[in-house]
């Protein structure tokens, strides 16, 4: 079985396609049990005209089409920064099994930062939730991706 890592790797894939198209680079793969990416997905609020675009949603929807299945019962969702408050409802409603993220999201987050949803007693799901991984590599990407937008805005 490919680790953690491997996958984060993927997902860090999908956050390099959300910068190439403007948006803030938050990427994310959804793997089945067999070790297979069913689903992929990157920011693109912006350019879809769509609050709910994010990326853990655009890889639930992706899988969801694939598998024919909204429910991704056994599926792990790895995406590069903690969900927020949409994505977290989302990730339970599909029914995954456990999510794996990077770095954490200190203004909107909701496993580490700001609340923990996915421990809520009154869900009728649990999802095994794991952070940290790459998030040294999330947290550059992340960095660079506002620091080039901030000299941007400064030249003009």
């Excluded at 649990?126 to 080039?148: N, S």
Aim: aromatic share 8%; proline share 4%.
């Amino acid at each position: 079985m490919r680790s953690d890592e491997f996958y984060m790797h993927r997902a860090l894939e999908q956050a390099r396609l959300a910068w190439e198209a403007g948006e803030v680079p938050v990427g994310a793969v959804v793997v089945d049990p067999r070790g297979e990416i069913v689903g992929a997905g990157y920011n693109a609020p912006v350019a879809g005209h769509d609050p709910s675009a994010h990326a853990e949603i655009r890889a639930l929807r992706d899988a969801g089409a694939r598998l024919a299945n909204y429910r991704l019962a056994g599926c792990t969702l790895y995406v590069t920064l903690e969900p927020c408050m949409m994505c977290t409802g989302a990730i339970i409603h599909a029914r995954l099994a456990r999510v794996v993220y990077g770095a954490a999201e200190p203004r909107t987050g909701m496993v580490e930062s700001r609340a923990n949803l996915f421990a809520q007693p009154w869900h009728n799901h649990r999802v095994r939730v794991e952070g940290g991984v790459l998030a040294g590599r999330v947290a550059k990407l992340l960095k660079a991706f506002f620091a080039d937008r901030r000299s941007d805005a400064g030249a003009r």
